[in-house]
Structure formats: C-alpha cells, structure tokens
C-alpha cells in the first residue's frame, strides 16, 4: 500500500510541475469537492438504511442534516487540502476567507439543526389530539415561539458574523456604533417593526395570553389558534377562513380568549315565550334533554325566567361542555329538541299578541249586521 501511494504522490507532483499553478489548484479544489460529495452520498445512504426501521424522529432527523453534513464535509476537504495547493498570497488570503464563511454558516446551521431536535424531542411528550391537553397546548405554544426567537437570533448573529469578516464592513459599523447619531435613529426607526415583534413574541412566549388552539374572538371573528410565527398569529375562524394577526396585537389591544384556563364552556340558550307557558314541565324537559346529550359535561344546568317583556318572558337555559365546538352544538340541540317538544305539547305556549278592539270593533260589527239584514230581505221578496 505504502509504494503505492508514493507513486501516486510523484506522479501528482509531476503533473503539477506541468500544469499552470491557476490550473492545478482549480482542479485539486474540484477534486476535493467531489470526493467530500461523493462521501456524504455514501454516508447518508448508510445512514438513510440504518434508521429505515425506527420511528419518525429519527428518519426525520437524517433527512433534515442531509444539507449541513454535506457543507461540513466540502469545507472541511478544501480546509484540508489548502496547504497542499500552490496559492499566492492574495488568493490564500481570499481562500481562507471563503472558508471563514463557510464555516460561519456551518455553525448556524448546526446551531438551527440543534434547535430543532431539542424542540422536536421536548414536545414528544405532549400531544394536541386529547380532551385535556391544555398543558400541551401551554409547552408547544412556548416553545415553538421561542424556537423562532432564537432562529431568528441565530441568523441575526450569523449574519454578523460573515459581515465583519468584511474589513470595510466592519470599519463601517465601528463607526456607526461609535456616532450614535442620526444614522443610528433612521437603523432604529426601520428595524422597529421586527423588534416589536421579537420583544412581542418573547413577552408571549413568557406570559402567554394565547396558546396554540386556543379560542380566541378577534376583531369581532371567532376562530383558533392555527400558527404562531416570529411576526403573526395565525386564527382559523370557524368557516376555515385565515385571520393573520400581527404578534404585538395580543401584547396591545383586548381581545376574548375562551380557553384561556380551561376548555370547558357555559352556553346560553334564550327561549321568548307566553306568560303561560308551564315553566316547571319546560324545566323538566330541558333537563331530560342536556342530560341525554353525550354532549353536555355534567357540570352546570339551570333553566330560569330572566326576564318580562310587553308580549313575552325571557327564559334563559345554561348548559355546559367541554369545549367550545360542544357547547355550540349542545345549544342548538337544545333549541331544536325544544321547539319541537313546544309544538307538540303547548302550542299556545308560543308567542302571540293580545289586542282590545272598543269603539272600532263594535262599529264594524254594527256594519256586517246592517249588511245581513238588507241581504236577508232582498232573498225574502224574491
């Protein structure tokens, strides 16, 4: 093995005694390039067969560090290979640089691969699909907010980075940090926005008003909670519209959160009825009927007069759910089975209006007499 390699390297150092040094060193870059390449597709083949059996994390895991294993390997072979390439001065210079750069954003890569898996495997133990998950709700709200922070943060200093490789660059910000003037105001003035939105969404992430599937009422729409990125909140109101709400609204106006605690809801249902409708028999059947529903939760019933009116009085039933898809549908379950039990029992029940007709009902009565009679003796002389 060892005569081998010899011969290779003297034929290697003949060939570049022949070629140009711009030429050698191009193609000995290339090679290095394509050798790392080739040896990322072999590793993640192997590494694609190793975890085809085991669950969604890890294949998802291997699929996602594809692109940064293949950056590290190409900067790492052209790293390795630059003392070995004849460069001048300035074109080592401007290899290294590159290579900087490259390294730079290997390690924000590795920095954003980092951040994922530990957010992927802390939120492994909370699922969203179950009745009571409203501690779930509370750790995938906190940490996908915060994992978009510091993404975003990642990239802010990366970018940072890479820019004070730049001489010019870097000269330029020494400056504009050691001014502090107008300059300064208009960079405040315009990076306002993303601030307020990031400072927002650590505010939301530490206090959390919202969560993610929680029920809020924005701007006079129902609707959940879908997404909530580093700049907005995404609701899905509850004809599958999209409401793109900036993250600082929740931090400065008022809004409803109907989940904010607890899922479970109190629905009201009004019924308007005539002063003799049996209040105790429509109690009774009101119960019988949330006590059949799958979809009341046991809690909180009552049915009560709330309220007269001119020609009616008010009836107010409570019956609570789970939550809020429930008790929707529990009231107007409620408000069917009523209506019908209404009809089929005490029709009079319904609402009607009462009038007195004095001096004008008895001058029309007068009328249809007066009518009768001349009617009556035409048919008699005929």
Sequence with gaps: MEPLLIDAAAKVEALARVMPDWLFSAVALLLAAAAALLLHVLLHRSLTRFVARRDLFWRSLVSRSANPLRLILVVAALALLAPLVPFTSGQKEIFRHVLLLGVIAVLMWLAQLVLHIFTTLHL??????????????????????????????????????????????????????????????????????????????????????????????????YGNVEEITSTYVVVRTWDRRRLIVPLNYFMERPFQNWTREDTALTGEVYLYLDFSVPVAALRRKAQEIVRASPLWDGDIFSLQVTDFRENTMQLRILASAANSGAAFDLRCQIREELITYLNEHFPHALPRFRAELDGAQRVMRQEQDSYQGDFDRKGSRQ
């Design 124 to 221: 492994r133990r909370f699922k969203l699909d179950t009745d009571d998950n409203f501690l779930a709700r509370k750790h995938v709200t906190q940490s996908r907010i915060l994992q978009r922070v510091a993404s975003t943060l990642i990239v802010i200093v990366g970018i940072g980075a890479m820019l004070t490789t730049f001489e010019a660059v870097r000269q330029y910000g020494i400056s504009l940090l050691a001014s502090a003037g107008a300059a300064g105001i208009v960079v405040g003035l315009a990076l306002q926005p993303l601030l307020k939105n990031l400072f927002a969404g650590i505010q939301l992430a530490i206090t959390q008003p919202i969560r993610i599937d929680d029920a809020l009422i924005v701007e006079g729409e």
